[in-house]
């Protein structure tokens, strides 16, 4: 017999588990320099610097973040159709 509760435990778990590894990644930080141009970004995909000749750039930031942004909103709707297809 299924258990509803048993089964809301299981997400809260996962969704704990989750937010431990967002934190995680968060931490983390991947710096690439490629000639005069150095980014860093966090592990779960935020731009946090940009600097062109050693100058930050926040437009440049901010465009990156938000082109990342909708890359992943994309992704997750993709994700949520296939989820979709299998339940049914």
Known sequence: MFNPF??????NAMRK???QIQAALEQE???????NVRIVLTGNQNVKVVEIDGVPNENMREGLNEAIKKS???AAMKLAELSKNFQQ
């Open 6 to 11: 048993k089964a809301l435990g299981d997400v």
């Open 17 to 19: 588990q989750a937010m």
């Open 29 to 35: 930080e991947f710096e690439v320099v490629k000639g």
């Open 72 to 74: 992943q909103q994309a």
